[in-house]
């Protein structure tokens, strides 16, 4: 992906172990060999993160109606109202309906101070994906004129199909940063690596961007439309790989 950048090597975790003596399990050395052969042979383990970003390419909005009263039937009723208001506006919008799923759905009484009921008050939102982030604010205006007063968040991530690509990506970028680190220490120590022993990958998080969700204007359409610039999508990968070196 022409958009996708590598972020500076970064490590955060080092621990490198030299085993001198004769024996070493590690060794390569034929089991007829001198043992002086295997003498010198030692190993270092590194461990180190790589980072991979990349434009989102699937948003998460949520959206919603609220409703007071001064009976649960009264908000339910209401809340139902909103609730088919905005799911006829996601089919104009040409949303697949698997693409639309239930959010927080509540009511409960209002109390004043002294305790006393002072009615009820409910919400009922919805979580809209998308896989056109350019349309989250055309979907948050449409909601809004169709109802909508519960304007939640927007969590922009990344399609399955991205994020293995990013996956890859993303523990290139950890090898990468583990050999530059094991190479820093065999010259350091005066000695010369001779190949990869073993290799642990961690854990491959993606990091989705959330932000808050406010539509621009009312529902009279005189405001400009909403526009949500999202900031990259960072995918990260640990590893932890032991090279062997020799004298």
């Known amino acids: ?81 909103g609730a088919e208001q905005l799911r006829a506006t996601f089919d104009e919008l040409g949303i697949p309906e698997e693409n639309v799923e239930e959010g927080q759905y509540r009511i409960s009484p209002v109390r004043r101070r002294t305790g006393e009921e002072a009615g009820f008050e409910g919400t009922h939102s919805f979580e809209v994906t998308l896989t056109d982030v350019d349309r989250v604010g055309e979907v948050i205006d449409a909601a809004v004129a169709a109802g909508a007063d519960d304007v939640g968040y927007v969590n922009f991530t990344l399609q399955e199909e991205t994020r293995a690509e990013l996956r890859k990506d993303a523990i290139d970028a950890a090898l990468a940063n583990a050999d530059a680190e ?13 190949g990869t022993t073993a290799v642990t990958t961690g854990g491959v998080q993606v990091h989705p961007v959330r932000q808050e969700a406010m539509a621009s204007g009312d529902a009279a359409g005189d405001a400009p439309p909403t526009e949500i610039d999202a900031e990259p999508v960072s995918v990260s990968a640990s590893v ?8």
């Open 1 to 81: 992906m022409d958009r996708r950048q590598f972020l500076a090597a970064s490590t955060v975790g080092l621990a490198a172990t030299v085993a001198g003596c004769a024996g070493s399990p590690l060794s390569t050395a034929d089991s007829g060999s001198d043992g002086n052969q295997s003498a010198g042979r030692g190993e270092i383990t590194v461990s180190a993160n790589g980072e991979v970003e990349a434009e989102p390419d699937r948003a998460i909005v949520s959206v919603g109606v609220e409703a007071s009263g001064e009976s649960a039937e009264a908000v339910t009723d209401e809340l139902a109202t």
């Open 182 to 194: 094991a190479a820093h220490i065999a010259d350091n120590r005066g000695v010369s690596l001779e």
């Open 240 to 247: 932890t790989v032991t090279y062997a070196f020799g004298e």
